[in-house]
């Protein structure tokens, strides 16, 4: 190794292992150094964020949910009064027809040679009553001046009163001929969706006087439409209990509103009212089968449809709602994550009530000015400081 001054100068290895180790314990003692700073002096976490609203307070009304299915208020199988050969089918299957709207044509000819020959007794039977007439008034005038008997009289009068039961027959006869003309043109009973054609043009098919008449088609009322639905007993008897307090009226006596859902619905989409309950309940099930009428304007429900059929439960009454993410459960327990003042967050038991317009009904354990966590529940713990924003309101809410 060559010195300052240019001579070389022999450093034993043994000194530069001493250098490094003498270096190493120093890099050693700093690091130990910087860890010996007291604990105390470490950064504190900060507190997580979260959101809070206070419940929203408004009027509500408990309304109970059931499923329903949708039947015609008004339903008809079309059937022909006249047996006879079918000519011709005069509707699209599927259709609204109107009331008097012509559905089948049967062969009328038969029924017109009949009311034709009717026709003819009836004149016949007229004459008859005119020769009777005559005859009478002729014997009158001849019995004053006993040409003739009394009895001859009478036997004439007597034909006279045949001719006229005659007359009558007659009649009878040709209107019922008529008619079976009429017949031969079966119309649509009432308004409503026809459904598909039974029987084909040239089909034979039997009257209502053979006692099995053919089935033609069917037609059913759209608008309104009735939906059938079971009441378990237990809400029933929670309605009766209302009804003896004066809480809420008895759907047997008042139109109670009802709002439906059909599938595939998230919400209500028909408005309708109760306008019948049964007058026993079913032993076999334990309910109670009611209907309501629903308005149809639109003609998009069929009957044969299911829904979820919701009845008004309570009285209007004030309450304390908040979104159903803020409710957690603990075990069989609902609670709710609320901030007090220091903003430390205390866990409270609640009491749920129904859905509101996408709010849950607090029925226990809140209070209108508490703080609730709406946003943030899986950072809060009880007992530990949160740091609390404001929301404008609690989601789906009505302020």
């Known amino acids: 190794m060559t010195g300052p001054d240019g001579s070389e100068r022999f450093v034993n290895k043994h000194d ?8 190493g314990l120093l890099a050693a003692a700093l690091a130990l150094a910087g860890c010996d700073k007291p604990a105390s002096q470490a950064a504190a976490p900060p507190a997580p964020p979260v959101t809070v609203a ?28 006249v047996g006879g050969f079918v000519n011709s089918v005069e509707f699209q299957d599927g259709a609204i027809v109107r009331q008097g709207d012509l559905l089948y044509v049967i062969d009328p000819r ?29 014997g009158l005038n001849l019995v004053q001046t006993s040409a003739v008997s009394e009895q001859v009289v009478d036997q004439r009068r007597q034909a006279l009163q045949a001719a006229h039961a005659a007359e009558v027959q007659a009649e009878g006869a040709l209107k019922a001929a008529r008619l079976n003309i009429e017949f031969t043109h079966v119309t649509a009973p009432l308004t409503g969706r026809v459904s598909r054609h039974l029987v084909s043009p040239g089909n034979l098919v039997q009257g209502s006087d053979t006692g099995t008449s053919t089935l033609l088609t069917s037609i059913v009322t759209l608008d309104p439409i009735y939906v059938y639905f079971d009441m378990d007993e237990a809400t029933f008897i929670k309605y009766s209990k209302l009804w003896f307090e004066g809480r809420r009226p008895s759907s047997r006596d008042t139109a109670n509103p009802v709002q439906v859902t059909l599938a595939g619905e998230a919400k209500p989409s028909h408005d309708g009212s109760i306008n019948f309950l049964d007058n026993r309940l079913d032993v076999s099930t334990g309910t109670l089968r009611s209907r309501a009428v629903v ?43 609320v901030v007090k003042p220091d903003d430390t967050v205390e866990a409270r038991t609640v009491v749920l009530g129904p859905l509101d317009d996408g709010l849950r009904v607090i029925r226990e354990g809140l209070k209108a000015e508490d703080r609730v966590i709406v946003n943030g529940i899986q950072r809060a713990r009880v007992g530990a400081k949160v740091a609390p924003q404001t929301a404008q309101a609690p989601a789906g809410g009505k302020s």
């Open 16 to 23: 530069f292992v001493q250098r490094g180790a003498i270096a």
């Open 54 to 81: 206070q419940p929203v307070k408004r009027t509500v009304t408990d309304w109970d949910e059931f499923t329903g299915r949708f039947e015609a208020v008004e339903e008809v199988q079309v059937r022909p009064r």
């Open 110 to 138: 038969p029924f017109e040679a009949v009311a034709a020959q009717a026709d003819g007794q009836l004149s016949d039977a007229r004459a008859r009553v005119e020769l009777a007439k005559r005859e009478l008034d002729r």
């Open 295 to 337: 308005k149809n304007t639109d003609l998009s429900i069929l009957p044969g449809q299911f829904g979820r059929v919701r009845l008004i439960g309570s009285a209007p009454y004030e309450a304390l709602l908040i979104p159903d993410v803020a409710i957690a459960t603990d075990q069989s327990r609902k609670i709710v994550f």
